[in-house]
């Protein structure tokens, strides 16, 4: 198999609303497959939509900010779990079409959240990739990933993984990812800005992989429409009222080449990105650059991946 038809859905998600973004997700990813697509990526969190409020609310940092807490008592109540019964219409979509599906969720492991990138596959259970390093603003609410979530899936095609967002800067987590040997990337964004687009494209090229840069489309209205699905919180709106810009997540979502060539581009709205991907342009660029491989010095550099789950406590 060396054509592979991907997708991905540059969509809305409905913020704190996990059930509604679900249903939209479902329905999303099934109008990508019926199109023809065998691989299907969504942006980062696009369950729980992506926590605008933390970079755009002014004061949302400050300690003990009513707003924030209310957003954060919200995700904990509606967050994901690990084994959630309400993503088996993604899995049962999987598993019937044989396709997979990559979607950013907020996850809570007992009283923390998470950020997690799931790869549902069909036949197998969704593989977890959880951020390792939440950036800046976003460690008021999520906690940090392990190394036991760095992996790739299999498929007959393949293998493909994920990295979230500035992930895509740390370097080793680059190499780990690119001796796993991926023929497709994901990397999701809540938007796929300038700088984001030449990450996504440096590895590309540098991994000698088809990256699938996912970014959401997201709006203050948005969040005013997600809380009310949830039951309303005062201190929540009165946080969101603050944020000054009415479009806040503008997709840019982008299919990439091995050689950093952009195959396919989206705009600034909803949409279902869709490219054909000649799986042979990997084996051909690997003539000139094998990170993993020819263009490495093992014998100067060495790496080390510690895959243990990390959970603090032991119980003998």
């Given at each position: 198999?060396?054509?592979?038809?991907?997708?991905?859905?540059?969509?809305?998600?409905?913020?704190?609303?996990?059930?509604?973004?679900?249903?939209?997700?479902?329905?999303?990813?099934?109008?990508?497959?019926?199109?023809?697509?065998?691989?299907?990526?969504?942006?980062?969190?696009?369950?729980?939509?992506?926590?605008?409020w933390?970079?755009?609310?002014?004061?949302?940092?400050?300690?003990?900010?009513?707003?924030?807490?209310?957003?954060?008592?919200?995700?904990?109540?509606?967050a994901?779990?690990?084994?959630?019964?309400?993503?088996?219409?993604l899995?049962?979509?999987?598993?019937?079409?044989?396709?997979?599906?990559?979607?950013?969720?907020?996850?809570?492991?007992?009283s923390?959240?998470y950020n997690?990138?799931?790869?549902?596959?069909?036949?197998?259970?969704?593989?977890?990739?959880?951020k390792?390093?939440?950036?800046?603003?976003?460690?008021?609410?999520?906690?940090?990933?392990?190394?036991?979530?760095?992996?790739?899936?299999?498929?007959?095609?393949?293998?493909?993984?994920?990295?979230?967002?500035?992930?895509?800067?740390?370097?080793?987590?680059?190499?780990?990812?690119?001796?796993?040997?991926?023929?497709?990337?994901v990397?999701?964004?809540?938007?796929?800005?300038?700088?984001?687009?030449?990450?996504?494209?440096?590895?590309?090229?540098?991994?000698?992989?088809?990256?699938?840069?996912?970014?959401?489309?997201?709006?203050?209205?948005?969040?005013?429409?997600?809380?009310?699905?949830?039951?309303?919180?005062?201190?929540?709106?009165?946080?969101?009222?603050?944020?000054e810009?009415?479009?806040?997540n503008?997709?840019?979502?982008?299919?990439?080449?091995?050689?950093?060539?952009?195959?396919?581009?989206?705009?600034?709205?909803?949409?279902?990105?869709?490219?054909?991907?000649?799986?042979?342009?990997?084996?051909q660029n690997?003539?000139?650059?094998?990170t993993?491989?020819?263009?490495?010095?093992?014998?100067?550099?060495?790496?080390?991946?510690?895959?243990?789950?990390?959970?603090?406590?032991?119980?003998?």
């Amino acid at each position: 198999m060396t054509q592979l038809p991907v997708a991905i859905c540059q969509a809305a998600p409905i913020p704190l609303d996990f059930n509604g973004g679900i249903e939209k997700a479902t329905h999303l990813s099934r109008e990508a497959i019926g199109g023809g697509a065998r691989f299907v990526a969504f942006g980062e969190t696009f369950l729980g939509g992506y926590p605008l409020w933390l970079d755009e609310a002014p004061g949302a940092a400050l300690w003990d900010h009513p707003g924030t807490r209310a957003c954060h008592q919200i995700m904990l109540d509606n967050a994901i779990v690990p084994g959630d019964e309400r993503l088996l219409p993604l899995q049962e979509l999987c598993d019937e079409s044989g396709a997979c599906i990559s979607i950013g969720a907020h996850e809570r492991v007992r009283s923390s959240l998470y950020n997690n990138q799931l790869l549902f596959r069909p036949g197998l259970p969704p593989l977890d990739h959880r951020k390792l390093v939440p950036t800046h603003g976003e460690r008021l609410i999520w906690m940090r990933g392990d190394g036991s979530t760095l992996g790739v899936h299999e498929a007959e095609w393949g293998s493909a993984g994920n990295l979230i967002c500035w992930e895509h800067w740390m370097p080793l987590a680059r190499a780990a990812m690119h001796n796993l040997g991926e023929s497709l990337h994901v990397a999701a964004w809540p938007t796929v800005r300038e700088e984001y687009a030449l990450a996504s494209r440096h590895y590309a090229m540098e991994g000698r992989c088809f990256v699938l840069a996912a970014g959401l489309v997201q709006t203050k209205a948005d969040l005013f429409e997600g809380l009310e699905n949830v039951g309303g919180s005062a201190e929540a709106k009165e946080l969101f009222d603050t944020i000054e810009s009415d479009v806040l997540n503008r997709g840019g979502s982008m299919i990439v080449a091995p050689d950093a060539r952009v195959v396919a581009q989206a705009g600034e709205g909803e949409e279902i990105l869709r490219a054909e991907l000649d799986l042979s342009e990997i084996g051909q660029n690997l003539a000139s650059l094998d990170t993993d491989g020819h263009y490495s010095r093992p014998d100067v550099f060495e790496l080390s991946v510690d895959t243990r789950a990390k959970d603090g406590v032991n119980w003998g």
